[in-house]
């Protein structure tokens, strides 16, 4: 094999890790939930990650006037509501979301991550 279909294929192999297949399970979890102000709650999307493989694609949290989000993601902190990962980002920890509400009333705001896992092998 040449130089260049060796690079060829490490390449074709990096493209089908960054995508979901016909076999994946895609994943657009979330919900909504009012929060009162003073308060903060915390939410953790729990991915099944011992028998899956994951990528995350998108984490979202409407945002609101008054209120803070801070997304953890494999142990770093976004403070932002809102993240988005081009190719997939494999997940290795349950991604978790944190809402804080200073603005003086409750706030109601939707939250979801969407992304895709696979089976591990004996899994």
């Known amino acids: 094999m040449t130089e260049l279909e060796e690079k060829l294929l490490l390449l074709i192999d990096a493209m089908l890790e960054n ?7 895609r994943f657009d979890a979330g919900g909504t939930y009012t929060l ?5 709650a915390r939410f953790t999307f729990d991915l099944d990650l011992p ?6 694609v998108k984490a979202y949290a409407d945002s609101r006037t008054g209120c803070t989000y801070s997304w953890n ?16 980002k494999p997940i290795y920890a349950n991604p978790v979301l ?13 939250y979801k ?11």
Do not use: H, M
Not at 19 to 25: A, E, G, H, I, L
């Open 98 to 110: 944190t809402v804080a509400n200073t603005s003086g009333v409750s706030q109601t705001f939707g």
């Open 51 to 56: 028998k899956y493989v994951c990528r995350l």
């Open 36 to 40: 009162a102000t003073g308060y903060s």
């Open 19 to 25: 995508q979901p297949r016909k076999t994946s399970d």
């Open 113 to 123: 991550i969407i992304g895709w896992g696979d089976l591990k092998a004996g899994g």
């Open 73 to 88: 993601i494999n142990g770093k902190t976004w403070e932002l509501n809102e993240q988005e990962f081009y190719l997939g």
